[in-house]
């Protein structure tokens, strides 16, 4: 997932300062398309964010994030599906350390394929 997050937010920050802003600050999604210059300009950078993050992701994640259609809402949903909270995160940790700690090579089995 980082190597996604990173790739992702350094790709919309190459496109402009306007486009990471809305990632950042949100967007307020109209229920029609605006016909004030300045809102349609947003609205288009939305859209241009919303492609970028869609196209990032594989199909099956696309399915996950299809209904949302403001950048920032794809952007949060993505890290907190992928990265969690921090409970989350602490026991994905437990989880691995236990998983270290009670690692042992089975007599059936080689030493090369063991490293794997």
Known sequence: MIYWKKRTRAYLQSLGANIWEIVEKG????AV???DL??????EINAKVVNALFGSLSKLEFVKF???NI????WNKIIQSYEGDSQVKHAKLQTLRIQYET???HSDKSISSYFL
């Open 38 to 43: 300045a809102e349609r300009k947003t609205y």
């Open 33 to 35: 398309v605006p016909t």
């Open 66 to 68: 299809v209904n949302l």
């Open 71 to 74: 950048a920032k809402e794809i």
């Open 27 to 30: 967007y307020q999604y109209p």
């Open 103 to 105: 690692l042992k090579m």
